[in-house]
């Protein structure tokens, strides 16, 4: 800074002084994100970060430190949120959260049984078709043209030899099928 000063006759004098900062640099999290933020029991997810200024990085769940700047594939069995804490080198510190979400693997769509009793009938007579069936979402039965429960029983009176076949649905449309006669 200099400092000039007038006399009201003209003389100048001046004098300066010199204020020294020494550069401090913020520690930042400049980014901190999951992909994919929602997975299967099973599957992976990549945490991905970047912070500037920093000395220091640890996350959370990880057990160690970690480059300032990274990626690391990770494998939760359940929902976790994940912590990145970034040091300056003053010690001060920076936090951001990520929550990767993790689904129960879904259960696959079984036919446990499907029978009918009795398996021989003269005409005009009744048979009874029995099913059992788990993780499925709806049920068809040839020949009776309408969903059924995904477990039950249902009495049927063909005319004929018949063969009815059992198809299960699974949440994600994938199909089961067992025959009887």
Known sequence: YTLNAFSPTGITQ??????????????????????????????????????????????????????????????????TTYTLTAYSSTGA?????????????????????FMANPTSITKGESAVLSWNTTNCASVLISGLNYNVSTSGTQAVWPTTTTTYTLNAFSPTGITQTKTVT
């Open 93 to 113: 510190t920076q936090t951001k959260n990520v929550t990767i979400y993790v689904n129960a693997a879904t259960p696959s769509c079984a036919i446990n049984n």
């Open 14 to 79: 001046t004098k300066t002084v010199t204020v020294y900062v020494n550069a401090v640099f913020s520690c930042a999290i400049n980014s901190f994100t999951a992909s994919p933020t929602s997975i299967t029991a099973g599957d992976s997810s990549t945490l991905t970060w970047n912070t500037s200024n920093c000395v220091n990085v640890t996350i959370s769940g990880l057990g160690y430190n970690v480059p300032t700047t990274g990626t690391q594939s990770i494998w939760p069995t359940s929902t």
